[in-house]
T-cell receptor
Framework: DVKVTQSSRYLVKRTGEKVFLECVQD?????MFWYRQDPGLGLRLIYF???????EKGDIPEGYSVSREKKERFSLILESASTNQTSMYLC???????????FGPGTRLTVT | DQQVKQNSPSLSVQEGRISILNCDYT??????FLWYKKYPAEGPTFLIS?????DKNEDGRFTVFLNKSAKHLSLHIVPSQPGDSAVYFC?????????????FGRGTSLIVHP
């Protein structure tokens, strides 16, 4: 079974803090994704990566950056957290040969 | 501008009846469509998919129908069970530089009453 893990289930940070969200997948998938889920807005793509050290902006990259130094790990970075970044963050991975994505359990981030 | 629309935020059905969840898309470049199911405090899980070259795909109680001319797909759950209560996301996918990038709808919350 594919397993995607995220470093924290719940996180509370203060405005202006630098925040790191970590995601690890164990199935050697080429592609990794970061989404945020907000009520009534569904899943919105922040960034994705199709290879180590490669990254592409998604639909809402502003205020975020990412890092992929190893194939299995994809990090989302909030350089200076703001209250409008309070959300559920979901990491996903997929292979090049399939459309299906595998999601982690999510991190509920609250910025106060 | 939403490329994938799920116009019903919620749906309530009785156990044993049919649940029909709808999804519309605008981009004719989408070539693969998926449905995901999400329980609270969990990540979405893949449920069923359909290629644009087909009009129907069935897996047990779940059937997805695709009408390309109308740019519309639907998910049928028969019979519905209380355990099906979850948020269902429609996703439409396209190839981008060798990867498949999905666009998600906003989700429909399904409640199945015992």
């Amino acid at each position: 079974d594919v397993k995607v893990t995220q470093s924290s289930r719940y996180l509370v940070k203060r405005t202006g803090e630098k925040v790191f969200l970590e995601c690890v997948q164990d199935m050697d998938h080429e592609n990794m994704f970061w989404y945020r889920q907000d009520p009534g807005l569904g899943l919105r793509l922040i960034y994705f990566s199709y290879d180590v050290k490669m990254k592409e902006k998604g639909d809402i990259p502003e205020g975020y950056s990412v890092s992929r130094e190893k194939k299995e790990r994809f990090s989302l970075i909030l350089e200076s957290a703001s209250t409008n970044q309070t959300s559920m963050y979901l990491c996903a991975s997929s292979t090049d040969s399939t459309y299906e994505q595998y999601f982690g359990p999510g991190t509920r981030l609250t910025v106060t | 501008d939403q490329q994938v629309k799920q116009n019903s935020p919620s749906l309530s059905v009785q156990e044993g009846r049919i649940s029909i969840l709808n999804c519309d898309y605008t981009n004719s470049m989408f070539d693969y469509f998926l449905w995901y199911k999400k329980y609270p405090a969990e990540g979405p899980t893949f449920l069923i998919s359909i290629s644009s070259i087909k009009d129907k795909n069935e897996d047990g109680r779940f059937t997805v129908f695709l009408n390309k001319s109308a740019k519309h797909l639907s998910l049928h759950i028969v019979p519905s069970q209380p355990g099906d209560s979850a948020v269902y996301f429609c996703a439409a996918s396209r190839a981008s530089g060798g990867s498949y990038i999905p666009t998600f709808g906003r989700g429909t919350s399904l409640i199945v009453h015992p």
